[in-house]
């Protein structure tokens, strides 16, 4: 419940950036800062940077995180909030774990339970409902 709230909360407070500023530049001020904190904490923790740097395949899961899965997604995300508004955003965000269950079954093989099937269901219909109820205002 926190973790809705707070997105709901970063949906409605990001608008004005996204409009004010648009969508590369916020998500470029957001990525940087996200970047120098988790750097930060890192450092907390002790992670052996020189093991992280001297692999390839790591800096090339690292920079497909941060690209691809980071990036882009947060530039589509700020320009469909642009786009649609967040009412309808933060519905469709909810999908996000529907597609991480269906990769991991078609990407790596994994199973698929019938509570992660029914739980896919009803994230489908509150969009559904929220679609509905969007339309209709």
Avoid: H, K
């Avoid at 390839?56 to 899961?61: E, H, S």
């Avoid at 529907?98 to 969009?127: D, K, P, W």
């Amino acid at each position: 419940m926190a973790s809705a709230f707070a997105w709901s909360l970063y949906t409605i407070f990001n608008r004005p950036n996204v409009t004010s500023y648009g969508a590369l530049t916020t998500n470029a001020y957001q990525i940087t800062f996200a970047t120098i904190v988790l750097y930060l904490a890192s450092l907390r923790n002790g992670i052996p940077w020189a093991e992280v740097f001297s692999s390839r395949d790591i800096l090339l899961n690292l920079g497909y995180l941060g690209i691809f899965c980071s990036a882009v997604g947060y530039l589509l995300y700020l320009f469909a909030l642009r786009s649609l508004g967040p009412t309808v955003v933060s519905a469709f965000i909810n999908l996000v774990p529907v597609f991480g269950v269906a990769g991991s079954a078609l990407i790596l093989g994994e199973r698929v339970t019938l509570v992660q099937l029914m739980g896919g269901a009803i994230v489908a219909l509150g969009i559904f409902a929220v679609e509905r109820i969007q339309g209709d205002s």
